[in-house]
């Protein structure tokens, strides 16, 4: 498996409280993504890095943020936890070259109540 | 804009059927198209990937993809599921830019019945 670690792997936290989920590579891959999963919406992507202090928002940013201030660190950060984002977050890497395959962490689970 | 749409929300099969499932997504520029697969519990895996050459791509286990340009489409087959293939599939689609990035389709359920 790809050096991947995501971190915490489950976390029940409670409405308006930030939250940080951190993805840590070991691979010194250029790309990083954040995507959460939920059924019938599939993987959608959060934000994502094309190198250090580069981000971009993906399809469902709002209410999230990120930062990347090392190769290997990408963290996700909920500003103020809601109940639509409770869901499973995964961290993907993908090493430079566009024909090149995403790896995936294991994911987080977490829940906002 | 990217965008990737898996048409399958869910499939169910009998094990030796075929399967086909489609994928067609929007880019304006050269695309980069994958296949991943999700078995219950685990994370993504890779299982095809076309970026140039012969539109015809075979992957792991089986299955295959083909790429058609005309169309936008990128569909998966293999023409006898097992019982092992029940997993949830996703098409993605990575642009040519130079930011990378991935876009996954909203997945099809696979259930192969024994």
């Known amino acids: 498996d790809a050096g991947i670690t995501q971190s915490p792997r489950h976390k029940v936290t409670e409405t308006g409280t930030p939250v940080t989920l951190r993805c840590h590579q070991t691979e010194n891959h250029r790309y990083m993504y954040w995507y959460r999963q939920d059924p019938g919406h599939g993987l959608r992507l959060i934000h994502y890095?094309?190198?250090?202090?580069?981000?971009d928002k993906g399809e469902v940013s709002d209410g999230y943020s990120v930062s990347r201030s090392k190769t290997e660190d990408f963290l996700l950060t909920l500003e103020s936890a809601t109940s639509s984002q409770t869901s499973v977050y995964f961290c993907?890497?993908?090493?430079?070259?566009?024909?090149?395959?995403?790896?995936f962490g294991q994911g987080t689970r977490l829940t906002v109540v | 804009a990217q965008s990737v749409s898996q048409h399958n929300h869910h499939v169910i099969l009998s094990e030796a059927a075929s399967l086909e499932l489609g994928c067609n997504y929007s880019?304006?520029?050269?695309?980069?198209l994958f296949w991943y697969v999700q078995y219950p519990g685990q994370h993504l895996q890779l299982l095809l990937k076309?970026?140039?050459?012969?539109?015809l791509v075979k992957g792991i286990k089986g299955f295959e993809a083909e790429f058609i340009k005309s169309k936008f489409s990128f569909n998966l087959r293999k023409p006898s599921v097992q019982w092992s293939d029940t997993a949830e599939y996703f098409c993605a689609v990575g642009g040519s830019g130079n930011t990378g990035k991935l876009i996954f389709g909203q997945g099809t359920t696979l259930q192969v019945k024994p």
């Open positions: 880019y304006g520029g050269t695309v980069n």
């Open positions: 076309y970026f140039s050459g012969d539109p």
């Open positions: 890095s094309y190198g250090v202090k580069d981000t």
């Open positions: 993907a890497i993908r090493d430079r070259g566009l024909d090149t395959e995403a790896f």
